[in-house]
């Protein structure tokens, strides 16, 4: 972002295909679900990085469905609300913290089987 943008934050529409069961967030990572409640997509914690190379957290928020917030793994999927269509995710900072030009880019991984 080359200026302040009129709110601090960027959103996302995430399109959930086949195979995402639901999402979970927690402690500002988003895990996107199989069926088994096993994550295959992770969103890291988003930072930001200043015109002057210095790095600021940033928070993920989800909206529009129940994400679960457990990390257990033995919670399971069903309670994670979003099984398909599109979810509206954001990234948000605090204004003060940021000076411009900035880069915003949450690091997105694949996750394999064990």
Request: aromatic share 6%; hydrophobic share 30%; net charge positive.
């Given at each position: 972002m080359p200026v302040a943008p009129a709110k601090p934050e960027i959103s996302y529409d995430l399109t959930l295909m086949n195979g995402v069961a639901g999402l979970r967030l927690v402690s500002n990572v988003l895990e996107l679900l199989d069926?088994?409640?096993?994550?295959?997509?992770?969103?890291?914690?988003?930072?930001?990085?200043?015109?002057?190379c210095s790095v600021v957290d940033?928070?993920?928020?989800v909206t529009g469905c129940a994400?679960?917030?457990q990390p257990a793994?033995?919670?399971?999927?069903?309670?994670?609300?979003?099984?398909?269509?599109?979810?509206?995710?954001?990234?948000?900072?605090?204004?003060a913290a940021v000076t411009y030009p900035a880069?915003?880019?949450?690091?997105w991984i694949t996750l394999r089987d064990p």
């Open positions: 069926a088994g409640g096993m994550p295959r997509l992770r969103v890291r914690p988003p930072r930001i990085q200043n015109g002057d940033a928070r993920l928020e994400n679960g917030h793994r033995s919670v399971g999927p069903a309670g994670y609300g979003a099984r398909s269509g599109v979810v509206p995710g954001f990234v948000t900072w605090d204004p880069l915003v880019d949450p690091g």
